[in-house]
C-alpha cells in the first residue's frame, strides 16, 4: 500500500542518519565485508542445521499491512503457526511503512529489532546500509530454495549487486482506475481506455468537455519513475544502482520532460486535478470517482479490492481498471515493481534467523501467495500461485485483478524495469513533488521543473553517500 | 455628542402594540448592539472550530458509500452506529485508552511534583549558583526532544524499561516549562506573606501546602492540562518506546493504526478518532475556567 506513505521525513531524518551512523562506527572495526564475500560464511548462519536443536523458536515479525490485509495476514501466519510446532510467529502490527522503519532504526541503537521486518521498496538501500540484515540470498543459498517459479521482475527489485537481499512479499503496481458510464457518457469508447500518456491528456479534456469528470492527478513522483522504467530508461546512474552504489540522478532526459509536460498540461488546462499524496487526502482521487468528481484516476492496483467494494456503491460509476498509460506506444521497458519485501535481521541468533526464513518462504509458497492475492489486491508472484485454481477462478470473474500481474509481467528485465535503489529515496521523491508543484501552482516550465528536480536529487544522494561513506 | 446624534433621527414608525417610550435607551441599545456584535463574532468563530470536529462526527456515521457523496451530507439521517463498535474491537481502543490514561496521569501527576518543588526552590529559598542553575533549566526548553531521543531510548532501554510504563513516563516527569511557570507565579506571592507564616512556625512544606499552592492555584491548572495535552498526544516516543505487544501501547499509536486503514473503512477510523478526542474535550471543558483565567491572569492585571 504505497500509497499510505507519508512525509514525516523531518522528525525521521535525524534518527535515521543516527542510526546509520551507529550501524556504520560499529562495523568499521570489522573487515569490510560485502554481502557477496559473506555469503560463504552466513550461509552456514541461515540455513536448516541452524535449527535443528530440539526447542522450538519463537520470532517477532513487524508488519505493516493496513487492517483488512493484516487480517489475511493474520490468518496464514496462524496457518503457519498451526502446521508446524518448530517455529512460532509472533505477528507485531506496526501503524505504516514509515513507522516501522523508524523503530527499526531507533531499534538499532537500543537493540530492540524483530527478527523479520516488512519494509517498503524505497527503504531498500537505507535497510542494506544499516548493515543490520542477513541478505536473502545466503538463506537461498543455505536452504538450497530455488526462487525459478517467482516472478523476476519483483526479485530483481530486491536484488542489488546481484544480491537478493529481501524477498518480495506484498508487490503492487500503478493502474488507471476510471469511470466506464463517464466514458459513455463523453463519447468515448468504454473499452478502450487510454494507452498512452498522449491519449489520455486528450481523453481528459474531452472529459473535461463533456462534463464528465476530470483526472485525478497524485502529486506523486512514482508517475515519473514508473514511466522511465516503462520506456526502459534509468532515474539513476551504475544502473539504477545496481551495480555500485548511485552517485548521480539521471531523470532529466526527453522522456523525464514529456512525463513532466503531460501531466503539465492536463493539469494547466484544468483537464486533471491534483490530490496529495500523504496522509487523508491521498484517498480523495479514488473517492472523487465515486463523487463524480474524477473520471479517471491512476493509483496502486493493491487497494483494488477495496477501491472495488467502495465504488461499486455508487449507481454514477462503473469502475474500469486499465494498465499504466504509457509514455511510448509501443513501451520497450516494463513497469516496476512497487510495494514491500520481507527481511531477514542478521541481529537474531542463527536459530531465529533460520526460523525467518522457514516463515518467508512459506508466505512466498505458492498457496500462500495464491491466498494473498486473492484477499489483498497484491499481485501474485508466483507463475504456480497464478495458474492456482483460486486465482484463476478470481480472474475469470473479476478480470480487472489480472491488470497488474499482466503488466509486471510483460516487458523487459533490465535494470531500468527493476527499478531504482538509492539511499535517500524519500527525500529525492519530495524534490520531485516539489517540482511537479512548482509546475502546477507557479507555472514554472516542465523542462526547468524537471531540470531542477535533478540537480537537487543529485544534491541529496551525494550527501547521503557521504555520510555512509564516512 | 453621540447620544444626541442617535436620538435626533425621527422615530421610526412605532409598530402597533409596541409604545415608542419603551424602547431602551440609546446607551444601552449601544450596549446591547455591541454585545450582539460580540455574540455573533463569537459564533462564528465557534462554527468555524467546531465544523470539523462535526463533520468527523457525521462522517464517522455515515455509510462508506455516502463518504463520497456530492453534496456531502451535513447530517446522518441513517447513523451506523456500528462504526464504533467495529473501532472499539477491532481498533483495541479500550486498552490502548486505558494505557493512554495511565501514561497520562502519571505524567501530569509527575510533573505538578516536580514542578512545584523545584519553583519553590527557585523562588523562596537562597542557595548557590540559584540563577545558574535557573538559565540551565530554562536551557532545557531550548533543545527539542527530538535531539535526545536516541539517547534516552538507550537509557531507557539499559534500565530494562522497554516496553514498560516506567519507560513511557519516566522521561517526562520534569519539565523545564512547568518550573518556569511556577516560579513565576510564586514570585506574585508578597514576601511578607512568607514572613508572616515563618513567624507563624511554619515550615517549607507546610507553607507550600497551606499558602502558596491555594494561591498559585490557576498556574497549576493551567500546567496541569498543558501537560495532559502533551503527554495525551504524544506520538513519537510511545512508538519507539512500546515493544511486541499491546500491553502498553497508548491511544495515539492505536489510532494511527486505525487511520492506516482502507478506503471503505473512513467511518471506522474517524468514529475511532471521535472517541480518542472525548478525553481532551472533557479535561478542557471542566478545567476551562481556570485555563481562561491562568491565560488572562498577566493581561488583566
Known amino acids: 500500500m504505497r500509497h499510505l506513505r507519508s512525509r514525516a521525513v523531518a522528525v525521521v531524518a535525524p534518527l535515521g542518519a543516527l542510526a546509520l551512523l551507529l550501524a556504520a562506527c560499529s562495523s568499521s572495526g570489522s573487515p569490510s565485508t560485502t554481502s557477496g564475500a559473506a555469503a560463504a560464511t552466513d550461509a552456514t548462519t541461515c540455513s536448516p542445521a541452524s535449527l535443528s536443536g530440539s526447542a522450538p523458536v519463537t520470532i517477532n515479525f513487524w508488519e505493516s499491512m493496513p487492517r483488512a490485509n493484516g487480517q489475511t495476514l493474520q490468518t496464514l501466519t496462524d496457518a503457519f503457526n498451526g502446521s508446524q510446532s518448530k517455529v512460532h510467529v509472533n505477528l507485531v502490527v506496526q501503524t505504516n511503512y514509515n513507522d516501522t522503519w523508524q523503530k527499526y532504526q531507533a531499534g538499532l541503537t537500543n537493540g530492540q529489532l524483530p527478527d523479520v521486518v516488512q519494509l517498503q521498496d524505497t527503504d531498500t538501500q537505507g535497510a542494506i546500509d544499516t548493515q543490520s540484515m542477513q541478505p536473502a540470498q545466503n538463506c537461498i543459498a543455505g536452504f538450497h530454495y530455488s526462487v525459478g517459479d517467482l516472478l523476476p521482475r519483483a526479485l530483481a527489485y530486491w536484488n542489488v549487486g ?12 500503478p493502474v488507471l482506475y476510471y469511470n466506464k458510464l463517464a466514458f459513455q457518457k463523453a463519447g468515448l469508447d468504454p473499452n478502450t481506455p487510454p494507452a498512452t500518456l498522449t491519449q489520455l491528456v486528450a481523453d481528459a ?13 497524485k502529486l506523486d513522483p512514482w508517475y515519473l519513475e514508473t514511466e522511465l522504467a516503462t520506456a526502459n530508461e534509468l532515474f539513476v546512474n551504475n544502473a539504477n544502482g545496481r551495480t555500485s552504489r548511485a552517485s548521480k540522478a539521471v531523470f532529466d532526459t526527453a522522456t523525464g520532460t514529456q512525463v513532466f509536460s503531460d501531466l503539465n498540461q492536463m493539469v494547466s488546462t484544468g483537464a486533471a486535478g491534483t490530490n496529495s499524496v500523504a496522509g487523508a487526502d491521498s484517498y480523495d482521487n479514488l473517492l472523487g470517482v465515486g463523487s463524480g468528481k474524477y473520471a479517471m484516476t491512476i493509483d496502486t492496483s493493491a487497494a483494488l479490492g477495496t477501491v472495488e467494494q467502495l465504488l461499486s456503491q455508487y449507481p454514477n460509476v462503473q469502475l474500469g481498471v486499465a494498465p499504466l498509460p504509457t509514455v511510448q506506444t509501443t513501451p520497450s521497458g516494463g513497469v516496476q515493481p512497487g510495494g514491500s519485501a520481507l527481511w531477514v535481521v542478521k ?3 542463527p536459530a531465529k534467523q533460520s526460523a525467518a526464513w522457514q516463515y518467508i518462504t512459506f508466505l512466498d509458497s505458492t498457496s500462500s501467495q495464491a491466498t494473498w492475492s486473492a484477499g489483498t489486491g497484491y499481485i501474485p508472484l508466483r507463475t504456480s500461485a497464478a495458474e492456482s485454481a483460486t486465482i484463476q477462478n478470481l480472474w475469470a470473474t473479476s478480470p480487472q485483478f489480472k491488470v497488474a500481474y499482466t503488466q509486471l509481467t510483460t516487458g523487459v528485465e533490465t535494470p531500468a524495469s527493476a527499478g531504482a535503489v538509492l539511499g535517500p529515496f524519500d527525500d529525492v521523491r519530495t524534490a520531485i513533488v516539489n517540482a511537479e508543484n512548482s509546475m502546477f501552482a507557479r507555472g514554472v516550465a516542465p523542462a526547468t521543473a524537471l531540470t531542477r528536480a535533478q540537480a537537487a536529487s543529485d544534491a541529496l544522494i551525494t550527501a547521503y553517500n557521504r555520510r555512509i561513506g564516512g | 455628542m453621540p447620544a444626541t446624534e442617535l436620538a435626533a433621527p425621527p422615530a421610526p414608525p412605532v409598530v402597533a402594540g409596541v409604545p415608542g417610550p419603551a424602547a431602551p435607551p440609546p446607551r444601552r441599545r449601544h450596549r446591547r448592539a455591541r454585545l450582539v456584535l460580540r455574540y455573533v463574532l463569537l459564533s462564528v468563530g465557534a462554527v468555524a472550530i467546531l465544523f470539523p470536529l462535526y463533520m468527523a462526527v457525521v462522517n464517522s456515521l455515515l455509510a462508506p458509500s455516502q463518504i463520497a457523496h456530492q453534496p456531502p451530507p451535513f447530517f446522518p439521517f441513517h447513523p451506523q452506529w456500528g462504526s464504533y463498535r467495529k473501532a472499539w474491537t477491532d481498533g483495541d481502543l479500550g486498552i490502548y485508552l486505558r494505557n493512554s490514561a495511565i501514561q497520562t496521569s502519571v505524567i501530569v501527576a509527575g510533573q505538578l511534583v516536580t514542578s512545584i518543588l523545584a519553583a519553590y526552590a527557585f523562588a523562596f529559598l537562597e542557595f548557590p549558583l540559584k540563577r545558574t542553575l535557573f538559565i540551565v533549566f530554562l536551557m532545557t526548553l531550548m533543545i527539542p526532544f527530538e535531539v535526545t531521543i536516541a539517547t534516552n531510548l538507550a537509557t531507557v532501554s539499559s534500565l530494562g524499561w522497554f516496553n514498560t510504563f516506567p519507560g513511557l513516563t519516566v522521561p517526562f516527569l520534569a519539565t523545564g516549562f512547568g518550573t518556569f511557570l511556577l516560579r513565576q507565579a510564586f514570585l506574585q506571592i508578597p514576601r511578607d506573606l512568607r514572613e508572616a507564616a515563618q513567624l507563624d512556625g511554619y515550615g517549607h512544606l507546610r507553607f507550600l501546602w497551606s499558602v502558596a499552592i ?3 492555584r490557576p ?6 492540562v498543558f501537560s495532559f495535552l502533551g503527554a495525551w498526544n504524544q506520538y513519537l516516543w510511545p512508538l519507539l518506546v512500546t515493544g511486541n505487544d499491546n500491553s502498553v501501547r497508548t491511544v495515539q499509536i492505536g489510532l494511527k493504526q486505525l487511520i492506516n486503514t482502507q478506503l471503505d473503512q473512513i467511518n471506522v477510523s474517524l468514529a475511532g478518532t ?8 472533557v479535561i478542557l471543558v ?13 493581561a488583566v492585571k
Do not use: C, D
Open chain 1, 162 to 173: 546481484n544480491v537478493q537481499e529481501a524477498m518480495p512479499f506484498a508487490v503492487s503496481g
Open chain 2, 214 to 216: 491555594p494561591l498559585v
Open chain 2, 286 to 298: 471542566v478545567f476551562q475556567k481556570q485555563l481562561v483565567r491562568s491565560l488572562t491572569s498577566g
Open chain 1, 205 to 217: 479534456q474531452k472529459l473535461k468537455a463533456a462534463g464528465q469528470g476530470i483526472m485525478g492527478l
Open chain 1, 347 to 349: 541481529k537474531s541468533t
Open chain 2, 219 to 224: 498556574a497549576l491548572a493551567a500546567l496541569g
Open chain 2, 274 to 281: 471521535v472517541i480518542a478526542v472525548v478525553p481532551l474535550l
